[in-house]
């Protein structure tokens, strides 16, 4: 027992240093560096102050909360249904924000603000939520009627390329400019979420993360398999609803903020259950600072390859992302699942 929860330890504090670390190099790198002795003199007033505290703080806060989220959601989603394959945005949910989005441009709504204060949110950013939360409860409302963990994959699957069908309809249907600007914002991009908006992401990140470690028993024995974990006593309609519930939420709270981020909810929790095993009082800890670290070097890699200009995070993460997971495919290993 005792070297058990040394490992969880272990696996908890590398992934923290692996983060912060992460998030270290990513104050300090960039088209103006800033040397981290530098950090708490600098002038008020001054270039490198509206930097250091306007742009790279909140920038580093969304990167944490936004690779947090779908790392964390990609890690639980694959446990519900025994699938190394399952992401985040598989079950629909991009489709559903990609559609919302193309919606608000296609209807000339884009530069309007749909909320106000920290959790400010443009027309689309807000189109993105409410398209990505829509299909998450009409996924919920199918599982609540007929509770099959696949058939509820395959509806996801199905909504999504419905949903990404519809885009293109649209797309088809309108300017070429409206076209460049969704397409762009489905590439994804950290640089437009606020100091204060940034900061309650991360809180609400965190929270998330929290409220699933607490889970994290219980998803074990649901990896029994459903009838053996409901005659262990869990009930497990309820957990699966809460799950996919926390999850989707995650998801369309990463997509408003920072567009379509792939690979992210993929490759890293795929990583981490090859490295540590299948247990999830590991995992969940791991996959959420992980998940935030890998974002936070794919920002760094985006804002430095061509600077003064900067990539689409979302390009970059893809790359990244499908090379590791290649390379681990190409890796002869056991079956995570086994």
């Given at each position: 027992?005792?070297?058990?929860?040394?490992?969880?330890?272990?696996?908890?504090?590398?992934?923290?240093?692996?983060?912060?670390?992460?998030?270290?190099?990513?104050?300090?790198?960039?088209?103006?560096?800033?040397?981290?002795?530098?950090?708490?003199?600098?002038?008020?007033?001054?270039?490198?102050?509206?930097?250091?505290?306007?742009?790279?703080?909140?920038?580093?806060?969304?990167?944490?909360?936004?690779?947090?989220?779908?790392?964390?959601?990609?890690?639980?989603?694959?446990?519900?249904?025994?699938?190394?394959?399952?992401?985040?945005?598989?079950?629909?949910?991009?489709?559903?924000?990609?559609?919302?989005?193309?919606?608000?441009?296609?209807?000339?709504?884009?530069?309007?603000?749909?909320?106000?204060?920290?959790?400010?949110?443009?027309?689309?950013s807000a189109a993105a939520l409410i398209g990505a939360l829509a299909v998450s409860g009409v996924l919920l409302l199918y599982?609540?009627?007929?509770?099959?963990?696949?058939?509820?994959?395959?509806?996801?699957?199905?909504?999504?390329?419905?949903?990404?069908?519809?885009?293109?309809?649209?797309?088809?249907?309108?300017?070429?400019?409206?076209?460049?600007?969704?397409?762009?914002?489905?590439?994804?991009?950290?640089?437009?979420?606020?100091?204060?908006?940034?900061?309650?992401?991360?809180?609400?990140?965190?929270?998330?993360?929290?409220?699933?470690?607490?889970?994290?028993?219980?998803?074990?024995?649901?990896g029994t398999g459903v009838d053996s974990a409901r005659h262990l006593g869990v009930n497990t309609r309820v957990l699966i609803?809460?799950?996919?519930?926390?999850?989707?939420?995650?998801?369309?709270?990463?997509?408003?903020?920072?567009?379509?981020?792939?690979?992210?909810?993929?490759?890293?929790?795929?990583?981490?259950?090859?490295?540590?095993?299948?247990?999830?009082?590991?995992?969940?800890?791991?996959?959420?600072?992980?998940?935030?670290?890998?974002?936070?070097?794919?920002?760094?890699?985006?804002?430095?390859?061509?600077?003064?200009?900067?990539?689409?995070?979302?390009?970059?993460?893809?790359?990244?992302?499908?090379?590791?997971?290649?390379?681990?495919?190409?890796?002869?290993?056991?079956?995570?699942?086994?």
């Open positions: 027992m005792k070297s058990f929860r040394f490992r969880i330890w272990g696996w908890t504090a590398g992934s923290l240093l692996f983060m912060a670390v992460c998030a270290f190099c990513s104050l300090a790198v960039g088209s103006v560096s800033l040397a981290p002795h530098t950090w708490f003199g600098l002038e008020p007033g001054s270039l490198e102050h509206a930097v250091f505290f306007q742009i790279r703080i909140p920038r580093m806060l969304s990167a944490i909360a936004v690779g947090g989220m779908l790392s964390l959601s990609g890690c639980v989603l694959q446990g519900i249904f025994k699938n190394p394959l399952v992401e985040p945005y598989t079950l629909g949910l991009s489709g559903g924000a990609g559609l919302g989005v193309a919606v608000v441009f296609v209807c000339g709504l884009s530069g309007t603000a749909a909320l106000s204060g920290v959790w400010a949110f443009s027309a689309a599982y609540h009627f007929r509770p099959h963990i696949h058939n509820l994959l395959l509806a996801g699957i199905m909504l999504g390329i419905l949903c990404s069908s519809c885009t293109t309809l649209l797309m088809s249907l309108s300017s070429p400019e409206n076209i460049t600007r969704i397409v762009y914002w489905t590439m994804g991009s950290l640089e437009n979420n606020a100091g204060g908006h940034a900061l309650s992401l991360f809180v609400f990140a965190s929270i998330c993360c929290v409220l699933c470690s607490l889970l994290s028993q219980r998803i074990n024995i649901l609803t809460l799950l996919m519930f926390l999850c989707s939420v995650m998801t369309a709270l990463s997509v408003a903020s920072a567009g379509i981020i792939g690979f992210v909810g993929l490759v890293v929790p795929h990583i981490l259950r090859n490295l540590s095993g299948n247990d999830y009082r590991i995992l969940i800890p791991s996959s959420f600072l992980c998940g935030a670290g890998f974002l936070l070097l794919c920002d760094i890699l985006a804002r430095t390859l061509v600077r003064p200009s900067q990539l689409p995070i979302g390009v970059v993460t893809g790359i990244v992302g499908g090379t590791v997971f290649i390379y681990l495919l190409l890796k002869p290993k056991k079956h995570p699942y086994a």
